[in-house]
């Protein structure tokens, strides 16, 4: 995922979180081959349960890198934590661009000027469904919510297998194409990523992204 994050993050509980995962793999995966070795047994259904544990590893490891890429460049994280665990709770979609070395606008379709202090309930409000403004991204400029309703360049990449909304393609579009780090609330599931260098990260909302 690259640099340009706190050099004072300090990464020591996500560190122990993902070595107790890590540990539970290795011990599933020792299981699996004591196992594997009767010709009866079926694999298939301890594969899932280990892609799943992996799975939660990069998405505790992301929850807290989240942080470390978004400090340097905004003091309103904490805002924008609150905001999108908000919108996630309620499933109200959002697409929230944050600036950082290379100016973006340029990249963009651009929407309605704000030119507001970021505060949480404005940033909430305008991914309220019915507000003209939701449908779009938000950009944010160290403390500024810049404007909204902006459209983003659409990447045509997909995650592996799974088929990926507009917000998501949105999100890897720019990111692959500038510094700028993009995050995501699905509609459809609540559920929280965010995009940098092209690529989508889940983090988790059960904890504060700070």
Do not use: W
């Not at 196992?35 to 505790?60: D, H, P, R, W």
């Not at 905004?74 to 290379?102: D, F, M, P």
Request: with cysteine.
């Amino acid at each position: 995922m690259g640099a340009d994050m706190r050099e004072d993050c300090d990464t020591s509980s996500m560190k122990e979180q993902i070595v107790d995962h890590l540990q539970q793999v290795n011990q599933g995966i020792q299981h699996f081959l004591r196992s594997f070795e009767t010709e009866s047994y079926c694999l298939l259904g301890n594969l899932e349960e280990l892609k799943a544990e992996i799975e939660q590893i990069q998405t505790v490891a992301a929850s807290f890198y989240l942080n470390c890429y978004l400090s340097p460049y905004t003091e309103k994280y904490l805002e924008i934590s609150t905001c999108i665990q908000h919108l996630s709770s309620q499933r109200h979609g959002a697409l929230i661009v944050v600036e950082r070395e290379e100016a973006i606008e340029a990249l963009i379709s651009a929407g309605n000027k704000i030119g507001a202090d970021l505060t949480f309930p404005l940033l909430e409000s305008i991914f309220y469904p019915g507000n003209p403004l939701h449908d779009g991204a938000v950009l944010v400029r160290g403390e500024t919510i810049v404007s909204a309703s902006n459209v983003l360049p659409v990447s045509g990449i997909e995650a592996g297998n799974k088929k990926l909304g507009t917000r998501h393609r949105a999100a890897m579009g720019l990111t692959a194409v500038s510094d700028a780090l993009v995050l995501v609330v699905s509609e459809e599931t609540g559920r929280v990523s965010f995009a940098v260098g092209g690529k989508l990260f889940p983090i988790s909302t059960s904890n504060s992204i700070v």
